[in-house]
């Protein structure tokens, strides 16, 4: 059967300190991979979306990056964090067709201070 | 173009009267169709799909929503609350971007209170 790993499951960074949030799938191949934000109060924002190895979709301009260096790793990222980066991070896979859905992590809640 | 509408953002209802979570979507395809359920500082769990087959669906924990193409909706219900249904609930519509790759919308989600 397939899992997701998603860690760390909370993490307190200061200001300008940098980021990076891990993500394994296991049990399949050539996944869709996801990274979601959750702000307080707010609905599910798509950070970004990958479909193959190096294959990074950018949804939302800011100062987050992804990548994914092996087949069922995707990582985010940032140089230098900012106060509204807090939130809580979700990694999630699917198999890519229509009728697929999303399987999550257990997320990674951030503050930054 | 897809989009979903949870129609109410907080739903309250007392332990064992039933529940009722409203999604309406729109879709340029035929589209599938899911429900997921978020416990606090926990990630999604997926309740049920539809995905073209049988308009009424069951899912886990006692919930099923039934598929109505005439009024594009996708409600979710419960006949009976129980106080571990007290969550957060989105309903998604997938389809096909015009890349060709699978395109995910979620609804803002709608909170659920279950009183005792």
Redesign the interface.
């Known amino acids: 059967s397939q899992t997701i790993h998603q860690w760390p499951a909370t993490l307190v960074q200061p200001v300008g300190s940098p980021l990076s949030l891990e993500c394994t799938v296991e049990g399949t191949s050539n996944p869709n991979l996801y990274w979601y934000r959750q702000a307080a109060g707010r609905g599910l924002q798509l950070l970004f979306y990958s479909v193959g190895i190096g294959q990074i979709s950018s949804e939302v301009p800011q100062n987050l990056s992804a990548s994914r260096p092996q087949d069922r790793q995707f990582i985010l990222s940032s140089k230098k964090l900012l106060l509204s980066d807090s939130g809580f991070y979700l990694c999630a896979w699917s198999l890519g067709d229509q009728g697929s859905p999303l399987h999550f992590g257990n997320g990674t809640r951030l503050t930054v201070t | 173009a897809q989009s979903v509408t949870q129609l109410d953002s907080h739903v309250s209802v007392s332990e064992g009267t039933p529940v009722l979570l409203r999604c309406n979507y729109s879709s340029s395809?035929s589209?599938?169709l899911?429900w997921?359920v978020q416990h606090p500082?926990?990630?999604?769990?997926?309740l049920l799909?539809y995905?073209?087959a049988a308009t009424l669906v069951k899912g886990i924990n006692g919930f099923e929503a039934e598929f109505k193409k005439s009024e594009t909706s996708f409600h979710l219900t419960k006949p009976s609350a129980h106080m571990s249904d007290a969550a957060e609930y989105?309903c998604?519509v997938?389809?096909?971007s015009s890349g060709g790759?699978?395109k995910?919308t979620?609804?803002?989600?709608t909170k659920l209170q279950v009183i005792p």
């Open positions: 395809y589209p599938s899911f997921y500082n926990k990630g999604l769990q997926l799909k995905t073209s989105f998604v997938s389809g096909p790759y699978q995910v979620f609804g803002t989600g």
